[in-house]
């Protein structure tokens, strides 16, 4: 089908996530039809630079021969068999190996299928605990301008009103605090002795707009919890998998949360998968007979997948030597250097970075939407990029180069003295 006739039937048929579909229907779309290495290709042939890895996900770049030759060998075995009442050979050995590679103490594995449901899978875990224990905690505490993902619980978490204003009513309320030490420490004062549980996003909020959370903050609120008997739930569906210059986010603090959410990179960005790891703690809250009705009552279809898992198994080995996450850090340090100079720009309010998560706040221009003049004026030049607001994001896949890098700093520039007032 050629470019013409896919739009069409994009436009009569496909409504977008998170997508003015108003504004999406008056102009002409990008569609991608292929990729190879750190580029997609659409349907016209053209090449750009993938520099938010697919919605924060990819992580080897494109057609990464190592995953896609995992992803044929499965299929030639089973793509999908179900995990309750069975179990299937690429999830058991996945789930050994995320327990080996996390931050020690979380040995269990609940698979699930997107970011929001290993949050909302680790805030149940949490509540039922809480239920079981007999201590009875209901009440969550959350970072101001959270971003947990779309489903119903994970938005009572969320804290960003364009997005989760409108479900108010059905929604259950949550104690809200800056990532602040001083916040941290108020808000336990006040709330740490019914609290079910603390959620954040180690290290730094992405959708928050890359908001980077003061060095001890995660450690801080680690003790905090173990003090006032309160769950820690890191969500590191963003942080995880390589993206801030350890494999999880929580290393750098030496930090195990009680609970611990990956999704996005945890396939390599190639298939949908999440998990939501626990301790032997919580899992044994969980274990009795059937008529004590301890059992966590929770699963989907795709729970697991055979295809995804074997994804994700390829994708883990490519860490496994050590030499990828020394390059990301020699990378980023490079990265972070090449943005200094587009830090000086009198349009750019504040560059915040962690690894290679990337936030560019813009000054905000009335009446302008210039996160998005910007993305569209980098796409003319051949690179995909997504803002949040007036924050232009750079995220690109651990597969980026210097080169590339370069590249994607340059093409910011160049749009940003284009498109800025
Ligand atoms: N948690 C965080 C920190 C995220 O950044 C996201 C998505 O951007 C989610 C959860 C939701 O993930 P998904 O879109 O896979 O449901």
């Known amino acids: 089908m050629d470019t013409e006739a896919l739009t069409a039937i994009d436009k009569r048929h496909l409504w977008h996530p998170f997508t003015p579909m108003r504004v999406w229907l008056d102009e002409q ?4 039809a292929a990729a190879e290495g750190n580029e997609l290709i659409d349907t016209d042939g053209r090449r750009y630079l993938d520099g938010v890895s697919s919605l924060w996900c990819n992580v080897h770049g494109h057609r990464h021969p190592a995953i896609d030759a995992a992803i044929r060998a499965q299929l030639d075995r089973v793509a999908h068999s179900t995990l309750l009442g069975l179990a299937s050979v690429p999830s058991i050995e996945l789930a050994g190996k995320l327990a080996f590679v996390a931050p020690p103490g979380l040995t269990k594995v609940f698979y699930s299928d997107s970011g929001s449901t290993a949050v909302e899978i680790a805030l149940k875990i949490a509540f039922q605990a809480h ?3 007999g201590t009875k905690r209901t009440k969550f505490l959350v970072l101001d301008n959270a971003y947990h993902g779309d489903t119903i619980g994970s938005v009572s978490l969320g804290g960003i009103d364009l997005f989760h204003q409108i479900f108010q009513p059905l929604l259950f309320n949550t104690v809200r605090l800056q990532p602040t030490i001083e916040a941290l420490e108020a808000a336990f004062s006040e709330h740490g002795a019914d609290a079910a549980a603390l959620v954040v996003e180690p290290l730094i909020q992405g959708a928050a707009g890359m908001l980077v959370q003061p060095v001890g903050f995660l450690a801080r609120a680690r003790s905090l919890c173990d003090t006032h008997g309160v769950l820690l739930i890191c969500d590191e569906v963003a942080t995880g998998f ?4 350890t494999l999880f986010a929580c290393e750098q603090e030496g930090v195990t949360p009680d609970l611990m959410c990956v999704a996005k990179g945890i396939s390599g960005g ?3 998968l999440a998990a939501t790891l626990a301790t032997d703690a919580l899992f044994d809250t969980f274990l009795g007979a059937p008529a ?11 729970t697991g997948n055979p295809l995804a898992c074997a994804a994700a198994l390829a994708s883990l080995a490519l860490f496994e030597d050590g030499s990828l996450m020394n390059r990301v850090r020699s990378n980023a340090a490079h990265l972070g250097n090449r943005l200094e100079k587009l830090g000086t720009l009198p349009r750019v309010r504040e560059i915040r970075r962690r690894g290679l998560m990337v936030g560019i706040e813009l000054h905000p221009a009335e009446g302008r939407r210039l996160g998005l003049e910007v993305c569209r004026a980098v796409r003319d030049k051949g690179v ?3 803002p949040l607001g007036d924050v232009i994001v750079l995220m690109p896949p651990l597969s980026f180069g210097p080169v590339e890098l370069d590249r994607l700093v340059e093409v910011v520039h160049e749009a940003i003295d284009e498109v800025c007032p």
């Open 29 to 32: 779309p990008l569609i991608i």
């Open 131 to 133: 239920q079981l224990r």
């Open 242 to 245: 390589g993206r801030t210059g």
């Open 270 to 272: 190639y298939l949908p």
């Open 292 to 302: 004590e009705r301890l059992t966590f009552f929770h699963g989907h279809t795709y």
């Open 384 to 386: 995909i990029l997504r």
